[in-house]
Every structure is written in structure tokens, then in C-alpha cells.
């Protein structure tokens, strides 16, 4: 996707065709910057404090990480090592865990001396293989939008609400939520994207919008709670989320307000459809409320908030009093009865398990 009219994808082989380049998104939307990775404490540095999020994401962080970990020390001891610490990174996206043991699989039996070499060839087909996946959710997601523009006017918008970020900033490109997004978008439909700003880390205001600034997507930035109200007052059309996890049964785990979000869908009657590829899909557990372990992120995402000051430089200010005890939990669970549907790159799909093991030719009960 571009910025400033040039392409990106939010990682990269750098020029000297071994270490990796990821776009810092700590420092957007006031700065655009890139971090090179070259070993292990930097790719885990960089999931860990969120330099890169997202969970196809981080799958394809983690993979280079791992090859990264093996281009250092190709021996049977760091091939466990640098798993358990780049799985340990994030703990609620299930991506990373697939990544690392896509990784492990390929490259466990061979020589020492090969493994980086075979890793680094396992990575780039995980990232290549995540745009595709991408390109074929937004084709998928695009006849929904097709469908809601044929009920308007000529020149009126179909109005979207997402929440968080997943974007191509959240992918390797394209985006999860946002692909069909882009694909409408150019393909001239008129729209427009209502973007949840997305507290504590304020990801929709942050990334979001600035992704969808770049492409000229029309689109307005609101609080969290004010989704309900848009809801009711019949300013959303529909509601397109990613995830970063999701059960066999069709429970989505996605970024702490989503929950809110589909109860408000369903309450006024619109479509609320989470947009995912099958590598998030965690076929070892059916309860999402009992079984995703969720993130218990730092306080200081909550009591304290970062922007940009008149003079350029850019900070983080309390918005409490000292002392006040604080609780930041990362994600919530949408049950999948209020899933209007899971887009994929396999087609969309009812929010079940029988729908979800039939899609993917997966016996669920294993």
C-alpha cells in the first residue's frame, strides 16, 4: 500500500538481503519510521512493545525472527530457545505460534549449517502468502460492499465501521478489515469509513486513519462509545473487524471493544462480519470466553496517553492521579452467535464449527 505515493509493505528484506526492515508503528501517525532487525532481542523487542502488531502481523515478525535467531546459532538448542521466546512475545495471537511452527517444521530435520537458509526461504513464503490471503478476503468482502452500494443512490456512501487497526499496517499488505475497504474504494465506490479511535493505545487513530488518509478513503475518526449511537442513528451500514484469534466454533477474539461493538450491531440489525485468515483460526479450543488467554498489557497504555506537541516533539502526559490502580486487558471475546459472518480467503463463511471445518477441510474434533 502506498505512502505518500509510494509502496510499502509493513516489512521487507533490507537492501542488504539479510536483515529485515519494519515500519516502527510506536511513532505513528507523527513520524514514519523504519527499524531494521537483525538478530533474535530485536525481532522479539519489536512484537513485545508493539513496534509491529497485528496478528498476520506478527506471524510473519516472528518467522523472520526465527530465522534471524538461526542465522546467528543454527543448533538444535537455539532452534528451541528462539521459539520459546518469540511464542512468549504475545500471548493471544495465534498467528505467531503457526508462523514459528510452520518455521520448525521445515527446518527441525535439517543440518545446522541449512536451517537459516531454509528458514529465511519459509519466512518470505509465510509473508507472500499472507498478501495473497489478503487480496483474496478483500475480493470477498468487496461483493458485500457491492451489494449494500446497489440499495443507495448513485453518489451516496456506504457507511463502515471498524474498530482498532487491521489494515495493511496489521498484515504484511492489504490488510484484514480493510482489504475490501481498498478494493471498493478502487473500484470507485462511493464510501465511508467511520474509525473507532480505539483507547488504550488509540490504534484506530493512530494507524487507521493514517492509512486511510494516504489513499484518500473518505473516512472520520470517534470515540469508542460512539459506535452505538452512529448504530442506532442509521449512520452505519456495516461493520467489518479483523481478529486476532479464532475458536474452531466461531468465537473471535479482536481488540477489547469489539464485544461492544457486535452487541450494538446486533441490536439495530447490521451486519457485523470479522474479516480473518485461516492461520488465526485455532482449531485446538471451542470456547473462546474460557479458553483464549488474554493479554494483561502494562497500566501505563491506560493511565497515560502520547501525541504530538506544538513544537514537534512528541510525548506521553498522565490523565490520572498518581497512584490510581489501573486494568488493560488487550482483547475481549465476540461470541460467534453475534457474527454476522468470517470472511476468509476461502469465501465467506458462517461463524460455526461445522462451516469453519468444512471450509478449511478440517476435522474440528482434533
Known amino acids: 500500500m502506498n505512502v505518500d505515493g509510494k509502496p510499502y509493505r509493513s516489512i521487507w528484506v533490507n537492501s542488504d538481503g539479510w536483515s529485515v526492515d519494519i515500519i516502527d508503528q510506536t511513532r505513528l501517525p507523527h513520524e514514519f519510521s523504519v527499524l531494521n532487525l537483525q538478530n533474535l532481542a530485536q525481532a522479539c523487542a519489536a512484537i513485545r512493545d508493539m513496534a509491529v502488531r497485528g496478528a498476520p502481523l506478527i506471524g510473519s515478525t516472528a518467522a523472520y525472527g526465527y530465522y534471524l535467531a ?4 543454527g543448533s538444535d538448542k537455539n532452534l528451541a530457545t528462539a521459539y520459546d521466546e518469540l511464542l512468549q512475545t504475545r500471548p493471544t495471537a495465534v498467528n505467531l505460534r503457526w508462523a514459528l511452527d510452520r518455521i520448525r517444521g521445515k527446518v527441525a530435520a535439517l543440518p545446522a549449517a541449512q536451517r537459516a537458509e531454509n528458514a529465511f526461504a519459509e519466512a518470505a513464503a509465510i509473508a507472500e502468502l499472507d498478501v495473497e490471503t489478503n487480496r483474496q478476503i478483500g475480493l470477498h468482502g468487496l461483493k458485500l460492499i457491492e451489494q449494500i452500494a446497489a440499495q443507495k443512490a448513485d453518489d451516496e456512501a456506504v457507511n463502515i465501521l471498524t474498530h482498532c487497526n487491521a489494515g495493511w499496517l496489521a498484515t504484511v499488505d492489504w490488510g484484514t478489515a480493510t482489504a475490501p475497504i481498498y478494493m471498493a474504494h478502487e473500484a470507485g465506490i462511493p464510501l465511508h469509513v467511520w474509525v473507532d479511535e480505539t483507547r488504550p493505545r488509540n490504534q484506530g487513530a493512530s494507524l487507521t486513519a ?3 488518509q494516504h489513499h484518500a478513503v473518505p473516512h472520520t475518526l470517534i470515540v469508542d462509545n460512539a459506535g452505538g449511537h452512529l448504530m442506532q442513528t442509521g449512520a452505519v451500514d456495516l461493520c467489518l473487524v479483523g481478529s486476532d484469534r479464532t475458536t474452531r466454533s466461531g468465537d473471535v477474539c479482536n481488540k477489547i471493544g469489539t464485544y461492544l461493538k457486535a452487541l ?7 451486519p457485523f462480519y ?8 485455532d482449531w485446538t479450543i471451542s470456547d473462546g470466553l474460557q479458553q483464549v488467554p488474554i493479554e494483561q498489557r502494562n497500566g501505563i497504555e491506560v ?3 502520547s501525541g504530538r506537541l506544538k513544537n514537534g516533539e512528541i510525548t506521553s502526559v498522565s490523565i490520572v492521579t498518581e497512584g490510581t490502580p489501573v486494568a488493560n486487558p488487550a482483547f475481549d471475546v ?9 470472511i476468509t480467503e476461502a469465501g ?5 464449527e461445522s462451516e469453519i471445518g468444512r471450509a478449511f477441510a478440517r476435522d474440528s474434533s482434533n
Open 303 to 305: 493511565s497515560q496517553v
Open 210 to 212: 493514517w492509512e486511510l
Open 348 to 352: 465467506i463463511i458462517d461463524a460455526t
Open 334 to 342: 465476540t461470541p460467534a452467535k453475534l457474527v454476522s459472518g468470517l
Open 264 to 270: 450494538a450491531a446486533a441490536d439495530n440489525g447490521i
Open 274 to 281: 470479522v474479516c480473518l485468515p485461516s492461520s488465526t483460526i
Open 70 to 73: 538461526l542465522n546467528t546459532d
